[in-house]
């Protein structure tokens, strides 16, 4: 058969055709570089001994292991607990700076987005290593304090919780900014003006409009900062050194220099499903409170 006197495809058959295409190479990529790997690490977390090369067998005794582990649950707990408390911080002090940059003109708003976005083009080790210096007990601010006087010896200002919030906080701040900056700059001017004109003052127009309607951008900013502070391991172990444990750093730890990569599977594994539990009863809040509004 002649292959030109076949019938063309039509345009929602060509349309399917470029998306299968379109998706194709994404689709692959994450079956290689995510979904595989991760099969993989549940298959490691399941190896009944202390190694996993030359294993062999299913079994959950690291699990039973963690779960029978005080100490792993109070890292755990203290790791829930700085991811709660870097992603409230974050929230309070991003709207503010999220809601001003999405009401700047275009022009304005350009070099103010990108003193926020620059850092997070910096090597996270250096901006580690710089507070570091900064907060040292010869760095920059104890200098300041010897030399005014409000201090007579250096204080010490790293290896504790609140060093390692406050560089947290530094780090992944510009991830609130942006989700409010995002959703605020969608809400119209006229709704404010409308609560102006009803009476309304400032603070009620941002607590009875702005807010509401900003959440989903709040709730989504504040749901990646605690993702990413309760998987960080190098903030942690820099700034806190052993005065603050993370499960970021205890995965780490056991894997790359202890070489126990069962059991640093099995950390990983229970760490992700109390992450999706909890980003899953976040959701189901949401979808509830939306509906009692209705």
């Known amino acids: 058969m ?26 692959l990529y994450l079956l290689v570089f995510l979904i595989l790997p991760f099969f993989g690490l ?48 974050c929230a ?16 304005k708003r350009r070099w103010r987005l990108i003193a926020v976005v620059l850092p997070m083009t910096l090597s996270l080790v250096v901006v580690v290593f710089g507070w570091l210096v900064v907060l040292g007990r010869s760095g920059l601010i104890n200098d300041i304090l010897l030399a005014v006087g409000i201090v007579e010896s250096p204080v010490r200002m790293v290896f504790n919780h609140a060093s390692v919030i406050f560089v947290l906080v530094q780090q992944f701040l510009p991830f609130m900014i ?6 605020v700059s ?37 749901l990646l900062v605690f993702i990413l502070t309760i998987s960080a391991f190098i903030t942690p172990r820099l700034v806190g050194g052993n005065r603050v444990q993370m499960i970021g750093a205890m995965i780490y730890e056991q894997i790359m220099v202890l070489l126990n990569w069962p059991l640093g599977a099995a950390m990983s594994i ?24 209705r």
């Open 2 to 27: 002649n292959i030109l006197s076949q019938t063309p495809l039509v345009p929602k058959d060509r349309q399917r055709l470029w998306f299968a295409a379109l998706i194709a190479l994404p689709g």
């Open 42 to 89: 549940v298959r490691i977390s399941l190896y009944p001994g202390e190694r996993s090369i030359g294993a062999e067998g299913f079994s959950p005794m690291q699990f039973r292991l963690l779960l029978s582990d005080s100490t792993f649950f109070s890292v755990l707990i203290e790791t829930l607990g700085l991811g709660v408390a870097v992603s409230a911080i």
């Open 92 to 107: 309070v002090l991003g709207f503010p700076v999220g809601y001003s940059l999405a009401r700047l003109p275009a022009k």
């Open 178 to 183: 942006l989700s409010v900056m995002g959703v």
């Open 186 to 222: 969608q809400i119209d001017t006229v709704l404010e003006e409308a609560s102006a004109n009803l009476g309304a003052n400032r603070l009620t127009t941002f607590r009875r409009v702005i807010i509401p309607i900003a959440a989903p951008g709040i709730t989504s900013g504040m």
């Open 270 to 293: 229970i760490l992700l499903v109390m992450t999706i539990l909890l980003l899953t009863s976040i959701r189901g809040a949401n979808i509830i409170m939306r509906n009692v509004g």
